[in-house]
């Protein structure tokens, strides 16, 4: 409900902003104007050129503004009306459909689906598979999971500690902005402007959550779509699914992963450089790199001597590589 408040708040403040700013562009329109008349007559006034240009400046200023506030809405007119009968709502779905519009799926086999209801089926099978949990072997985890480090009983305590508006203010601020808009329409650049409005209720009903182990129904929601990526538009593959989440739900996320970065570096291995602080994934490439220089130096292999070492390391998945390390 605060949610929906906060919707109809900003869209009926708006609605006078704009109102207002227009009305100030035509007044600044006319002043500056009336000043260029003033100016033909007489150039070589510095106070006049001097006003003349600020007036310039603050007119371009809300232009500017006006111009991202347009874009602003159309976001908010996408989700009013994106699921609604409208012929706006089938003008964006048609437009889309006609990107993402595949007329045959590959199975794994590599067999070519025509027939609606076996792609239907071949989607359906392949994304739960996707989203289903891998089977493991109890022995190999014993093995894998023997002599690992752990934290201290005293990170342990510090980190079953509760999050606090301290916290919350960190992860907001570490956020990147200009990101997709989640159910709720609010993005990260709203929470910071209106942040000491709603801290003290977002920090309430994020404690209470955390504490509870059950969040918010809007925390929980998404919008899900499937990015293409390049390749064959016919393999799945190459279609993966995409969650846009909540900004609230992204504010937790980012204090618990901040919270959890400190005690990291001790309980993770040198050799693993993803998420961990003061490491880097770049390091993966440049340690293969220094591999194949070594083999080929001390005679090991000399496979990729005559090879071109910046075209052969293009040709390399470096996802699965990386993902290898």
């Not at 048609?94 to 993402?100: H, L, P, Q, S």
């Not at 309430?204 to 919008?223: D, I, M, N």
């Not at 075209?311 to 699965?320: E, I, L, N, Q």
């Amino acid at each position: 409900m605060g949610k929906v408040h906060a919707q109809l708040f900003c869209r009926n403040y708006t609605r006078g902003a704009s109102r207002r700013r227009d009305a100030m562009i035509e007044q600044l329109e006319r002043e500056v104007l009336e000043m260029e008349r003033h100016l033909a007559a007489s150039p070589e006034d510095p106070s006049l050129c001097r006003v003349c240009w600020e007036k310039q400046e603050e007119h371009w200023a809300l232009e500017d503004h006006q111009a991202r506030c347009a874009f602003v809405r159309s976001h908010i007119r996408l989700l009013r009306e994106m699921d609604d009968g409208s012929r706006f709502f089938y003008a964006l779905e048609k437009k889309r459909g006609a990107k993402k519009h595949v007329t045959c799926l590959l199975t794994e086999d590599c067999t070519p689906l025509t027939d609606l209801e076996e792609m239907r089926g071949r989607a359906r099978a392949f994304y739960m598979g996707l989203f289903s949990p891998d089977p493991t072997d109890p022995e190999a985890c014993r093995v894998l999971w023997d002599g690992l480090p752990m934290v201290s009983v005293g990170d342990r305590d510090w980190l079953e500690l509760s999050l606090t508006l301290v916290e919350f203010s960190e992860a907001l601020r570490h956020m990147p902005t200009n990101k997709s808009l989640g159910m709720d329409g609010l993005t990260v650049e709203f929470y910071c402007v209106f942040w000491d409005v709603l801290v003290l209720d977002l920090v309430t009903v994020w404690a209470e959550s955390l504490a509870s182990r059950f969040l918010p129904l809007s925390c929980k929601r998404a919008v899900l779509t499937l990015l293409p990526n390049k390749g064959d538009p016919c393999d799945l593959r190459n279609w993966p699914p995409v969650s846009l989440l909540s900004t609230d739900y992204k504010v937790i996320e980012k204090a618990i992963s901040l919270w959890l970065g400190f005690v990291l570096v001790d309980v993770v291995h040198p050799n693993q450089t993803y998420a961990v602080s003061g490491r880097t994934i770049f390091d993966n490439p440049y340690l293969v790199r220094d591999l194949l220089e070594l083999r080929c130096r001390d005679g090991l292999s000399f496979t990729l001597l005559s090879l071109d070492q910046e075209k052969a390391f293009d040709r390399v998945d470096h996802g699965y590589l990386l993902g290898t390390l």
